[in-house]
């Protein structure tokens, strides 16, 4: 399912246009993000925690050409579903 997919279902079940619905995700995708940079994270009780997780300078292997790489560290966006919405699926 792409965004366009996404925001359709999401228009046909709220009985919302999606032009507005869009404008929803829109925002929804700036808190997050805002929201992130600031150094905190979400807890969507039903669904899950966002949160930044900071990853380490590691080396790698180019695949390629068998050469060592340095890759930076950096921060990365994470979704950790909690256990009753994990529950809906088993």
């Keep these: 399912m792409n965004k366009t997919e996404f925001i359709r279902a999401i228009s046909e079940k709220a009985g919302i246009t999606m ?3 869009n404008e929803v995700y829109e925002a929804m ?3 997050v993000t805002e929201t992130l940079k600031a ?3 979400i807890q969507l009780v039903g ?3 966002i ?3 900071k990853v380490e300078a590691k080396t790698g292997i180019n695949p390629r ?4 790489v340095e890759i930076a560290a950096c921060n990365k966006p ?3 579903f909690g256990a009753a ?3 809906k699926f088993n």
């Design 19 to 21: 032009k507005d619905i």
């Design 29 to 31: 995708v700036d808190v």
């Design 39 to 41: 150094g905190d994270k």
């Design 47 to 49: 669904l899950g925690t």
């Design 51 to 53: 949160e930044l997780k």
């Design 65 to 68: 050409t068998k050469e060592t």
């Design 78 to 80: 994470v979704l950790k």
């Design 85 to 87: 919405y994990k529950a």
